[in-house]
């Protein structure tokens, strides 16, 4: 009866300090969360060849998604945030058209910073973006541990002009104390010229990824853009990357090409437009020759689409 008694104090006290919490940041009725809901419906015709060269022509989602951003002041000077992003596939590919991409919370600190946990992006992904300028192909060439992954915890802040992010993941299904996964980005905004630098490190099975990244405008219209990218196994065995991108818009079409290599592995030329015919509605094709290392096909690629966003 005492243990029972113990447990009926502890969820009573529970209550009340969840109480006392809502009572303390509940807004206002003038100050209620903002909400902005977004998403995209993409759609493609492809043709694609597979490794042994045999060209599929296919009819597919390209990356629909549905997501909600909200934000809220907490208190003065500090507010509340989260996302939570889902991926729409309009084949419906196994009767499971919704796939988790981000979903998460955290706080604005204001000069002290913002920190957030959840299902997030990769903070090295700030270098890899760089030539992530293709509506469909590209980008491929990057060395990268994830893009997205869950079980993180992200910080972001800025000092004397440069951006800091840190990511920490601790997933705890490894068996290994601490955090499986750090990686730290710094930037550095000069207006027409953008610097990045980062690592990944994953401790669980010890490979390092690290890269740089540029992206600089020449024009109003035309924007260069530049990684390299290295990943490091435990057996000291290294991949080198390198990829560069050149987008140009012509009125209301932008063209992009891009290149990009891994050291003594595939070579990725691509070639890829988007044409907007209003605020939300766009067309896109590509194309992308990869060039492989001897013994192995050459492949293409090439495809056409139709995107909405709101």
């Known amino acids: 009866m005492m243990k029972n008694n113990k447990k ?59 997501g909600v951003d909200i934000s809220e ?27 988790s991409k981000l979903a998460y919370a955290g706080l604005d600190m204001g000069p002290l910073g913002k920190v957030s946990a959840g299902r997030q992006n990769s903070v090295f992904k700030k270098v890899t973006a760089t030539t992530d300028v293709f509506p469909e192909y590209g980008n ?7 893009s997205r992954d869950s079980h993180t915890v992200v910080y ?15 997933d705890g299904s490894t068996g290994k104390s601490g955090a499986d996964v750090l990686e730290s980005t ?32 020449l024009s109003e219209a035309t924007t260069v853009a530049f990684n390299h990218t290295i990943k490091e196994t435990a057996a000291n ?3 080198k990357a390198n990829e560069v991108a050149v987008t140009h818009v012509i009125g209301d079409t932008t063209v992009a090409l891009g290149y990009g290599e891994i050291k003594d592995g595939t ?6 437009a988007t044409k907007s015919i209003t605020d939300s509605f766009s067309l896109y094709a590509g194309y992308e020759m990869q060039d492989k290392i001897a013994g192995s096909k050459d492949i293409s690629s090439m495809s056409a689409g139709i995107k909405l966003t709101f």
């Open 267 to 272: 070579a990725y030329t691509t070639v890829g």
């Open 237 to 239: 065995l290294e991949t």
């Open 186 to 217: 710094v930037s550095f905004d000069m207006g027409s010229l953008t610097l990045v630098a980062g690592m990944s490190d994953d401790k669980v099975n010890n490979v390092d990824h690290r890269g740089l990244g540029a992206t600089y405008n």
């Open 73 to 99: 002041e907490l208190v003065d000077g500090i507010s509340g945030f989260a996302k939570i992003e889902l991926g729409v596939d309009t084949d419906d590919t196994g009767s499971n058209p919704f796939d």
């Open 8 to 66: 009926k104090i502890a969820v009573g006290v529970a209550i009340v300090v969840a109480i006392v919490a809502w009572s303390l940041f509940k807004p206002a009725p003038a100050e209620a969360a903002e909400i902005n809901a977004y998403g995209s419906l993409n759609y493609r015709m492809g043709n694609d060849e597979d490794v042994n060269g045999k060209s599929v022509l296919k009819a597919e989602d390209n990356g629909s998604s549905i």
């Open 156 to 170: 972001s802040t800025e000092l004397g002009g440069l951006t800091f992010d840190s990511l920490a993941k601790v």
């Open 140 to 146: 491929k060439a990057v060395q990268k541990l994830f």
